[in-house]
Structures are given as C-alpha cells and as structure tokens.
C-alpha cells in the first residue's frame, strides 16, 4: 500500500476517534500499533520500548511538573487576590477600568502560574462578580477573562513552551525568551481594545463610583508593593537565572517551586490540605501530558517509519505558493485543527511534521516555533474544543449563557490574528531576546 494511503489512513483514524470521545493518548496509541502491525511488523514492539524509554529519560520534561506545581502554590498564596484587590482600586475609576485590571492580572498570573486553566478560573472568580455587579457588559466581561486567561499558556514560564522545546528539538530557554514579547504584546493590545471600547461605549464598562475608591493612597501602594513585588521576584528569579545562563530550564523550575512554596508560607497560606492538592493536581495534570508524549512519540516514529513525514512534506513543499504562502498555509492549518484538536495533541502530532519542513524553507527554528505557539493560542477560544469557554462556563452565574461567552471572544480573536501577524511581520518581537541570552 502507497505511503500516501498508509497516511490517510491514519489520520482518517485519528479523527475518528478523537472525535467520538475517546483519550488521545489511547488514540494514538493503539490507532500506532495497529498500523505498525500491519505495514511495519513485529519491529513494532520495539520501537514503543525505544519511544518510552526516550520520554522517561527526556531532562527538560521535568520541569513540567515543577512548574505545574509552582503554579498551583502561586495560586494558593492568594497572590492574584492581592493583585486584583491593589488595580481594583487604582484603574477602577477609569471606563472599562475593572477589566483592565483583569487582564493586566490575568498576565501577571499567566508567568506565575503558566497553566490557562488556574489562571482563568481563579481571576474569573473574583473578576466575574465584581465586573457584572458593576453593570458591565456581559460578553465583554467573559470575553476580557477567556482572553486574559489564555495567556498562561504562552507567557513563560509555560508548560506548553516546555512540551514543545523537546518535541522540536529547540531549546526551551531560548522559547521562553522568544514568546515574552508576542504574551506582553497580546495582553497590551486585549487592554488597548478595552480601553477604546469603554471609552467610546461608556455603558459597556462604566467606572466605579469614587466611594468605592475611597482609600489612602498610602494604603493603594502598600497592597500593590505586597501583592506585586514578591510575584516579580519569583518570575525574575525563574527567567532570569535562564536568561544569564546561571540554570537550566529545570533547575530553574526547581526554583520557582521551592519559591512559591516560601511565598505561600509568607502569607500564612502553607498547610498539609495545600500541599495535598498541590501534589495531587500536579501528578494528574503531569501523567495526562506524559502519556500523550509516549503516545505521540509513538505516532511519530510509525508515521516515519510508513513514509508519512516525506508525504506531508511534498505536500506543503510543492504547493505552488513559494515559502511566505507555505508559511501562511501552515497557520491556517494549524488554526482550523485548534478547533476540534487540543494544544496538547497538536504539539506532539503536528509539530514533528512541520518543523522540518520550516527548516527547508529557511525560517528561524525559535522565530517559526513562537509563531506555531502564538496561533496555538486561537484555539482556546474557537469553538467547538474551546476550553477556556469550557472553564469559565463551569464558574458562571445562570444569567451568563453559553451564546454570551461566545459573542464576547470574537473580538479577542481577532486580536490574536492581529498579534500573529504583528510577530510575522517584525520578526524582531521574537528573535531580539533570545539572540541576547547567555550560554
């Protein structure tokens, strides 16, 4: 059978069960052995030994679970509580000030939690309520939280930054320092778009009454210095020490759990029942994300061996729409998969097939990898497998229907295509820092 129907094949199976509900990492993984089988032979076998085995043994992976686990302390320690309580009352008398607030905190906490699902759902809890009661316009205000929480997952440290530098063979330092810009660029243009927004359609984010703000300013700058400083310091600590060459990525992830740990003990929030969550979300969180790495990196090495990758490569390579029109192809692919694939099984599914094939074209490996990273980010938010819809959905009052969170995410991710293109056209945003890095 030709290499091109063997790839069809699986594929078309992928989809399929992935479709019907089943776990990706079982899809992938049984839908691999079964192909290999049948093309490849008992050989099989041996190459799920050697993909295992190369996972287990894979150093960078594991500073996935410290970082899991630094984001869990992060959010135990009631640092994002501080934050919103300190900009609550300093930008809250602005039009559409609580929301800025709420993304600027959704940023913060997305470096110091890197996961979207604990940065959404902890600044929802408190964001949610305060924005609505205040009569703010509900799909703005679901929109500004789904937006400002998906920015977990691509300002660093980032646990899908992690995944990826392995997958891609690229190094994760030099990634965290390549996607610092294109997070800080998507959080300014979400507050640029509130702004402007409230300012022309004061009904849609009114300010807070001056009561409301009624408190010493001496008291506004000692709850932001509590709140603010001790979170930068760990964000520093961790970046810093890889940006200077001082620790590797999971040295530096040591660091940054052992730091949250102290910080949550600083505010008197360290106890057995933390520590106990904290081990518990990390190990189910850490075994989802390494079973589909065996899975997949099964799937890679079968589809290799069928031929699949030179198939996928002809593919876009012999397209007649020279390297900028492949580049553009491979985007759009990417955002239609988001929506009925999540980030996790396209790093590890698609990624090894297009990485080469950027190669070819002759695109820097960390510029082209923040690229796929930043469109990733579309796909919390298009529908149907939207999971950031999905989190705040679990945390919304019945007033707030479905059709509402919807409506308000369109405008973010128009603000999404405008970054991704923002990072295309000034290749700058990506490359300057990780060309200054140490080591």
């Known amino acids: 059978m030709s290499p091109e129907i063997i790839v069809i094949l699986m594929f078309a199976g992928l989809f399929l069960g992935i479709f019907f509900g089943f776990p990706t990492a079982f899809v992938l993984g049984g839908l691999s052995m079964i192909i290999g089988c049948f093309f490849l032979g008992p050989e099989v076998f041996g190459f799920f030994v050697v993909r295992l085995e190369g996972v287990m043994k894979n150093y960078d992976l594991l500073a996935v679970p410290l ?22 009352l300093i930008l809250g008398g602005l039009r559409g000030g609580l929301g800025i607030s709420t993304i600027a905190i959704c940023a913060v906490f997305a470096a110091a939690t890197g996961v979207v699902g604990a940065s959404e759902v902890t600044i929802g809890l408190m964001a949610l309520p305060a924005m609505l009661s205040r009569n703010y316009n509900i799909s703005l205000t679901c929109g500004a939280i789904c937006a400002g929480g998906t920015l977990g ?9 992690v995944v990826y530098g392995p997958v891609a063979g690229l190094s994760v330092g030099r990634l965290f ?12 243009l979400y507050i640029i778009y509130m702004g402007v927004r409230c300012y022309f359609r004061p009904q849609d984010g009114p300010p807070m009454p001056p009561e409301e703000r009624a408190v010493p300013l001496k008291g506004k700058v000692i709850l932001l210095l509590t709140s603010v400083v001790p979170c930068a310091l760990l964000i520093l600590a961790v970046l810093g020490s890889i940006f200077f060459g001082i620790a590797a990525v999971t040295e530096a992830a040591a660091v940054g759990a052992i730091s949250s740990t102290a910080l949550a003990a600083a505010y008197g929030r360290l106890n057995f029942q933390v520590v106990k969550e904290a081990c518990l979300s990390t190990l189910l969180i850490t075994s989802m994300i390494l079973m589909i790495a065996i899975a997949a990196s099964f799937f890679s090495t079968v589809f290799v061996a ?17 390297r900028w029109g492949i580049l553009f192809s491979i985007m759009f692919l990417l955002i239609v998969l988001g929506t009925v694939i999540d ?40 529908p149907p497998f939207a999971y950031s819809i999905f989190y705040l959905k679990g945390i919304t009052p019945p007033e707030v229907q479905t059709s509402d969170i919807y409506r308000g995410v369109i405008p973010f991710v128009g603000l999404q295509v405008i970054g991704l293109m923002l990072c295309i056209l000034f290749p700058g945003l990506i490359t300057f820092l990780p060309g200054m890095m140490v080591g």
């Open 306 to 322: 069928v031929g699949g990758d030179d198939v996928i490569s002809r593919l876009f390579l012999d397209l007649p729409l020279g």
């Open 67 to 88: 970082f899991l686990f630094m984001g869990v302390f992060i959010e135990k320690a009631g640092v994002a509580e501080r934050l919103y309580n300190a900009l609550y």
């Open 153 to 161: 997952i691509l300002i660093p440290p980032s646990v899908m930054i």
């Open 343 to 382: 980030w996790i099984g396209i790093v590890f599914i698609v990624v090894p097939l297009i990485t080469p094939i950027a190669d070819k074209l002759g695109f820097d490996p960390i510029w082209f990898a923040t690229l796929v990273m930043v469109n990733l980010q579309i796909s919390f938010l298009t």
């Open 177 to 188: 320092l390549g996607a610092l810009v294109p997070g800080i660029l998507l959080a300014l």
